[in-house]
């Protein structure tokens, strides 16, 4: 009995049919092993991280200086500054223009190379009472190489720049910028010019990738501490940053937080649509899996600053050449609205650095991506310098808006550690050892609210404009003791003072996340959904490294 040929293409869908369930199941089993294999070498490959250092220098240090350097007609090369050439050009600009720069190392990399920062302002040596701090980061990863002499040129920049530009005196005049060419100099004296992709130099001398060593909101990180990370959490923890970026390769973006996300979500019609009809080179089927695997977890994360993130995000994307025209840049790959994006919905991962600084210490971190290259050949350097120039400088100037201003007692004294937030805002903020807080806002009504242990809380009211920023300040009143803490009841019945002040100050304290203390994968977490988000944040790692 002959077999017709529609009797073949039905034994063949009932195969397929069949087959369907089971090569979904090895799929799953395959990302799972994928993603333990992912864990187990981040773990074997690491050793532990030397301590930070006990005695942090956050001003300037006279053991860099050196009168021999002085050199008013030098020039910064558009070429690519090896970590001797850098620290060369660092600490000769410290000479020549002592009044308006102050080198100082937050740490030393796993390989003993020193963590240069150098302060830009017309106060180098010392914090002026309630001027902000701003901070640029570059070459986090040792082979994306552009920022890192894109911070070169703004050194130079805003010094050669301070007597005869208005806008670059009005900045450093009332802004303390601290600039950290490399955050990785181990992985970039392995990592090659030229190579637009790849993993060479990406990661610290120990294998460890930087941008997912931090403290992580949604998920537990438990990557071993690396000395560069370490010097950063120090560095942060010690002066208050406001603002902050920190610079990238390889896409033409300005990223926001959250990076990571405590939900997971699957576009099935997405996903099936690139399953079936991602066509290759030759015409045959071809998945990409880096869209599939993004499918699990691309959806937005939005912090309580959505609005202030996406502001900042576009002030410097519209001051760039070009990134806010959001062209891929290559075709077929993603392209970004205005040139911005929040980091969940592009990829998400676990323990990068934007995040940490917002949730643990109140500061506004983008992440920008400069250049589709990781690390360009250096002639096309001018026209890098070109395009970012202008936004480099007006995104530090985002420090100047929304509200500031100084917590004290009674007495005038001022209130350190105060915690502040914004009323429906509730990632939240401290003061400084003098009182000191600022937030970025946009223009409008707002609501603030203050609490310190052993003072009575604050709320005011008041209003941002767009012209300056406000200036409010805020006295706090001492606490009465707790009713149930005075001697007037009979002993027996009297609660110990102590834990009924700690109750008192419970009920008072208010409700945020953030701070120093704040708490690992705090963040509500639901089943399969954390699960996935793991896998997904391990597969994007990989494919991040190759473009």
């Given at each position: ?63 860099y200086y050196d009168e021999n350097l002085i050199s008013s007609s030098n020039t910064l090369d558009f070429e690519y500054h090896n970590y001797a050439k850098m620290t060369d050009f660092v600490r000769s ?143 942060v923890s010690k002066i208050q940053f406001v603002l902050s970026a920190n610079l990238h390769g390889g896409a033409l973006v300005a990223s926001y937080p959250f990076d990571n996300s405590p939900n997971t ?280 490294i190759f473009g």
């Amino acid at each position: 009995m002959e077999t017709s040929n529609e009797d073949v293409e039905d034994d063949k869908r009932r195969w397929w049919c069949t087959m369907k369930p089971a090569m979904w199941y090895l799929i799953m089993i395959v990302v799972g092993f994928f993603y333990v294999y992912l864990t187990a070498v981040q773990y074997i490959r690491g050793q532990e991280a030397n301590q930070p250092p006990t005695s942090y220098q956050p001003h300037y240090d006279p053991q860099y200086y050196d009168e021999n350097l002085i050199s008013s007609s030098n020039t910064l090369d558009f070429e690519y500054h090896n970590y001797a050439k850098m620290t060369d050009f660092v600490r000769s600009m410290s000479a020549t223009y002592p009044n308006l720069t102050a080198l100082y190392s937050i740490g030393k990399s796993v390989q003993g190379r020193e963590l240069w920062v150098m302060v830009v302002s017309a106060s180098p040596y010392e914090h002026i009472v309630g001027q902000p701090n701003v901070k640029y980061v570059a070459n986090m990863h040792g082979n994306e190489a552009v920022g890192r002499e894109m911070l070169l040129h703004l050194i130079e920049y805003l010094t050669k720049s301070y007597t005869t530009d208005d806008y670059v005196r009005w900045l450093l005049d009332n802004t303390r910028i601290h600039i950290m060419p490399s955050m990785n100099p181990d992985g970039f004296e392995v990592a090659k010019e030229g190579v637009c992709r790849g993993g060479q130099g990406r990661y610290n001398a120990r294998g460890f990738d930087l941008n997912r060593n931090f403290p992580d909101y949604f998920k537990q990180n438990n990557k071993r501490n690396q000395a560069e990370t370490e010097a950063v959490k120090q560095w942060v923890s010690k002066i208050q940053f406001v603002l902050s970026a920190n610079l990238h390769g390889g896409a033409l973006v300005a990223s926001y937080p959250f990076d990571n996300s405590p939900n997971t979500t699957l576009d099935w019609s997405q996903l099936l649509h690139i399953l079936n009809t991602t066509q290759g080179k030759d015409g045959r089927e071809e998945v990409d899996y880096r869209s599939v695997f993004q499918q699990f977890t691309s959806t937005p994360s939005l912090t309580p600053d959505e609005d202030v993130f996406r502001h900042i995000a576009g002030v410097y994307s519209f001051n760039h050449a070009s990134m806010h025209l959001g062209l891929p840049c290559k075709p077929g790959a993603h392209s970004f609205s205005n040139g911005t994006t929040n980091g969940a919905a592009w990829y998400p991962l676990t323990g990068g650095m934007q995040d940490y600084n917002y949730v643990w210490h109140g500061c506004m971190d983008v992440t920008i991506e400069l250049s589709c290259c990781k690390y360009p050949t250096a002639d096309q350097l001018p026209k890098f310098w070109a395009d970012n120039k202008k936004a480099l400088v007006r995104y530090l100037a985002e420090v100047h808006r929304g509200v500031r201003g100084f917590v004290k007692d009674e007495q005038g004294r001022p209130v350190e550690g105060a915690s502040i937030k914004i009323r429906g805002r509730d990632v939240g903020f401290q003061t400084t050892k003098y009182g000191e807080y600022w937030r970025v806002l946009l223009p409008g009504r707002y609501t603030i609210e203050v609490y310190a242990g052993g003072f009575d809380p604050r709320e005011e009211d008041f209003t941002v404009v767009e012209t300056n920023p406000t200036l409010l300040n805020l006295t706090l009143y001492r606490a009465a003791p707790p009713p149930d803490a005075l001697p007037s009841r009979p002993q027996q019945e009297q609660q110990p003072q102590s834990a009924a002040g700690d109750r008192h100050e419970a009920q008072r304290r208010p409700s945020y996340v953030g701070g120093p203390n704040q708490q690992q994968g705090a963040a509500p977490q639901s089943g399969i959904s954390g699960f996935l988000s793991s896998i997904s944040s391990q597969i994007s790692n990989v494919f991040s490294i190759f473009g």
